[in-house]
């Protein structure tokens, strides 16, 4: 069945829950989704319980938050902090209708990733999910 965002395609460079959860909503209803994450470590909620059985009854290494939040994204695992890692977030950005992001106001500006040095590349919309003041 189509969703209504079928074709859209979104840059996901959140973390936690509220800024997964928005982009969570976007690719149920049909988005792409890239989701950016930490090489060797991943999302934060990737380590947050509770955490799937295995076939002995025991946790997993899989996190039921992480999956719940994340399902149906395209997980891309990039370091942002290196000029390369930032480069390539930066060419994957101009290929997506939208941006969101939940970092610190000023981090993204660093890697060339806030709202001004993306809007020189193409005018995607960006979207700032914070679950916190600025």
């Known amino acids: ?3 209504i965002f079928d074709g859209l395609k ?3 460079l959140t973390r936690v829950v509220a800024g997964p959860l928005c982009t969570q909503i976007l690719a149920d209803m049909g988005a792409t989704v890239y989701k950016i994450e930490r090489p060797g470590e991943g999302d934060d909620t990737r380590r947050m319980g509770p955490f799937l059985p295995d076939a002995n009854g025991c946790d ?3 996190s039921a938050l992480y999956l719940a939040y994340n399902r149906g994204k395209q997980s891309v695992t990039l370091d942002i902090a290196s000029s390369e890692g930032a480069a390539l977030a930066r060419e994957l950005a101009a290929r ?3 941006v969101v992001e939940n970092y610190r ?3 993204l500006a660093r890697y060339g990733l806030d709202y001004e040095s993306l809007r020189a590349l193409r ?3 960006t979207s700032s999910c ?3 003041p600025a």
Do not use: E, I, Q
């Open 130 to 132: 914070k679950g916190w």
């Open 105 to 107: 106001v000023g981090t």
């Open 10 to 12: 979104v840059l996901d």
């Open 60 to 62: 997993s290494n899989d």
């Open 1 to 3: 069945m189509a969703g």
């Open 96 to 98: 997506c209708d939208v």
């Open 123 to 125: 005018r995607p919309t």
